[in-house]
Each structure stands twice: as structure tokens, then as C-alpha cells.
């Protein structure tokens, strides 16, 4: 099981050392398929676009939550 707090500081790291190209929305996007494969369940089945749409970067890292955690 992963939190939100946890993913959110795992995500704050990222954003760090992110590429200065990428918005907030897209690091995390990238980050989150990266490493747990659900973003673009996010994306296209719930229509949660954070990568194009920073104002939904909350609900985005709601719904991964949820799905990681459906995986486990």
C-alpha cells in the first residue's frame, strides 16, 4: 500500500531534479508511469490529465493512489 503522502514526497524529490523543459504536470505524469505504470490509466480511462493540465495534478495523484494500490 502506498499513501498520498508517501507518493506526493516521492514525487516532490523527483521534482527537484526534474528537466527544466518540464512543467510540474509532466514530470509527475512521466514520473508516476515511470515507475508505476498507471498514468495513463489516469490519463485516458478517467480523463485525469495532469501532463497537459497542471490544475489536476491533485486529483491525478488521488486516482494513482488508488490504482497502485488496486495492484497490489
Same mark, same amino acid.
Request: a negative charge.
Given at each position: 500500500?502506498?499513501? &498520498? #503522502? #508517501?507518493?506526493?514526497?516521492?514525487?516532490?524529490?523527483?521534482?527537484?531534479? &526534474?528537466? &527544466?523543459?518540464? *512543467?510540474? =504536470? #509532466? !514530470?509527475?505524469?512521466?514520473?508516476? @508511469?515511470? &515507475?508505476?505504470?498507471? !498514468? *495513463?490509466? !489516469?490519463?485516458? *480511462?478517467? =480523463? /485525469? @490529465?495532469?501532463?497537459?493540465? @497542471?490544475?489536476?495534478?491533485? !486529483?491525478? /495523484? @488521488?486516482?494513482?493512489?488508488?490504482? /497502485?494500490?488496486? #495492484?497490489?
Amino acid at each position: 500500500m502506498i499513501t &498520498k #503522502q #508517501q507518493l506526493t514526497a516521492e514525487l516532490d524529490k523527483f521534482l527537484e531534479e &526534474k528537466p &527544466k523543459t518540464w *512543467r510540474k =504536470g #509532466q !514530470a509527475i505524469f512521466n514520473y508516476v @508511469d515511470m &515507475k508505476y505504470n498507471v !498514468a *495513463r490509466e !489516469a490519463q485516458f *480511462r478517467y =480523463g /485525469i @490529465d495532469c501532463f497537459y493540465n @497542471d490544475e489536476k495534478i491533485d !486529483a491525478f /495523484i @488521488d486516482k494513482c493512489v488508488e490504482l /497502485i494500490n488496486q #495492484q497490489n
